[in-house]
């Protein structure tokens, strides 16, 4: 069993930049595919980011150019670099894990609780 935990949302203005991090714990392996989704009120939730286990990441358009994905292994922790950020990127953030690098939420075995992202 994996658990994983996100930290880093909160209140930002637009153009400003967060970095959540997702902290792994229990039976981690090193060929899951890592992903970060968000989910807004009254939408599905999106995949934003991916990361396999060969270190190809892979962007949806919506943040590409503006969201960096990446992992510290020996630390467990896969974080996500988010720049440029506009109200639109309002939504919980969750953290993912899974055997298949791919958007559909389905795949993903493993979720984090969620870090919110507001804009003031």
């Known amino acids: 069993h994996v658990q994983l935990v996100e930290s880093g949302g909160g209140s930002v203005q637009t153009g400003g930049s967060l970095i959540l991090s997702c902290a792994a714990s229990g039976r981690t392996y090193t060929n899951w595919c890592m992903g970060w989704f968000r989910q807004a009120p009254g939408k599905e939730r999106e995949g934003l980011a991916t990361?396999?286990?060969?270190?190809?990441?892979a962007y949806a358009d919506s943040v590409k150019g503006r969201f960096t994905i990446s992992k510290d292994n020996a630390k467990k922790t896969l974080y996500l670099q988010m720049n440029s950020l506009k109200p639109e990127d309002t939504a919980m953030y969750y953290c993912a894990a899974g055997t298949r690098c791919t958007w559909e939420p389905r795949w993903y075995n493993y979720w984090g609780q969620g870090t919110q992202v507001t804009f003031s």
């Open positions: 990361l396999d286990s060969s270190g190809i990441t």
